[in-house]
DNA sequence: ACTGAGCGG
C-alpha cells in the first residue's frame, strides 16, 4: 500500500507536469510531453493545448547566446531546406536574445528538422524545437511614420 | 554585464 501511494504520488505529478505550462514542460523537451495515457480526460480538458499546429516555421529556444543565425541555420540544415534562420537580438545590445526561428522550405523538412533538432545540444546549450505560433500581427509601436529604411511589409 | 523563460520588427 505504501507502493500505491507511491504509484499515485507519481501519477499525479505527470498529470501536472502534463498540464504545466510550457516553461515547465521544458524541464524534459517537448518529444516527451505527452502524458495522457495517465490522464485520459486531460486531452478534452486542456484548453488552449501550448503547441502550435504544423508549420514550415520553427521556435528555437535554449540557445547560446553565441549561436549566430548562420550558425542555427548550419545546424538546421542537415535536416531540411532551410529558407531562412534567425537568432533575436536585442535591438539595443545587439546580444542574442536566446531564442530564434527556423524556417523550412516544406512542412515534411520542419517535421524532420524538429525531430533532428529538438533536445539536441548546440553551441553547449540543449536547445528546443517546436512549431511556432503564427506571427504576431505588425503594428508600429508608436505613431511614429514608416522608416524608410525598409519596412517589409 | 550578469540574466536561461520566452514567440521576432
Avoid: H
Avoid at 500500500?1 to 505527470?14: E, F, G, V, W
Avoid at 537580438?89 to 516544406?106: I, L, P
Avoid at 548546440?122 to 511556432?132: N, R
Amino acid at each position: 500500500m505504501a507502493m500505491a501511494m507511491r504509484l499515485s504520488a507519481i501519477a499525479r505529478a505527470a498529470t501536472e507536469m502534463a498540464a504545466a505550462p510550457v516553461g515547465l514542460r521544458r524541464l524534459f523537451c517537448s518529444n516527451a510531453t505527452n502524458f495522457s495515457f495517465l490522464s485520459p480526460q486531460a486531452n478534452s480538458e486542456t484548453p488552449a493545448r501550448p503547441q502550435a499546429d504544423p508549420s514550415t516555421n520553427l521556435f528555437v529556444s535554449g540557445l547560446s547566446k553565441r549561436t549566430t543565425s548562420e550558425g542555427l541555420r548550419t545546424a538546421f540544415a542537415q535536416f531540411g531546406e532551410v529558407a531562412d534562420a534567425k537568432v533575436v537580438t536585442d535591438r539595443v545590445s545587439g546580444y542574442s536574445k536566446g531564442f530564434g526561428f527556423v524556417r523550412y522550405a516544406t512542412l515534411e523538412d520542419s517535421a524532420k528538422g524538429i525531430a533532428g533538432m529538438d533536445g539536441k545540444f548546440l553551441d553547449g546549450w540543449v536547445i528546443f524545437a517546436e512549431y511556432a505560433r503564427p506571427r504576431e500581427p505588425y503594428r508600429p509601436q508608436n505613431n511614429m511614420p514608416p522608416s524608410p529604411y525598409g519596412n517589409r511589409y
